[in-house]
């Protein structure tokens, strides 16, 4: 099958930059995210998800990500005001771009940062990775492997999400 299951809702769906291959989402990236007034996050795949869960992925990137912005992963998403994701990105800092790819956990409540956590990964190859979430009431833990078999702990964040759907950014 060449496209997404009925299962999924896509925000702000742009058809030309995303295509399944081989039982895969292939997802050509644009401008745009959900952080803060950045509300523009393009080809984000979601489906109801209210219930505790596991939601597992592998990201692979054609390039390193190094600019702002520049991540792939899951996330659980009330709205563009009110999420956790969990991403593959470039390492940011209170000065812009530290240098090298690595992984963020964000929570976003009312349109405000209420956490960020940052996890260098240093054995992260061919820019692949894999993303793991876990949502147990209204705690969100964040794993991810970097060979698709053991899972470290990244990092975890207490969200009061409502009417919850879960997927790709």
């Not at 925000?11 to 401008?31: D, H, M, R, S």
């Not at 969990?86 to 349109?111: H, K, N, S, T, W």
């Not at 996890?119 to 060979?147: H, I, M, P």
């Amino acid at each position: 099958k060449n496209a997404p299951a009925s299962a999924w809702t896509i925000l702000n769906e742009n058809k030309a930059n995303y295509a399944v291959e081989n039982g895969a989402l292939a997802i050509t990236t644009e401008a745009g995210d959900l952080t803060v007034s950045n509300n523009n996050a393009a080809n984000v795949f979601l489906q109801s998800a209210n219930t505790d869960w596991t939601v597992d992925t592998k990201v692979v990137c054609s390039a390193a990500p190094a600019m702002p912005a520049q991540n792939a992963g899951i996330v659980a998403y009330q709205d563009d005001d009110n999420f956790v994701k969990f991403v593959y990105g470039a390492q940011m800092g209170r000065r812009g771009p530290q240098g090298g790819a690595g992984l963020q956990i964000v929570c976003e409540e009312d349109g405000y940062n209420k956490a960020t956590v940052n996890v260098r990964v240093e054995d992260v190859k061919n820019n692949t990775v894999w993303l793991r979430l876990q949502k147990k009431g209204g705690v969100y833990t964040a794993f991810y492997s970097v060979d698709g078999k053991k899972f470290v702990e990244a990092g975890q964040v207490e969200a009061g999400l409502k009417n919850i759907q879960a997927g790709l950014i």
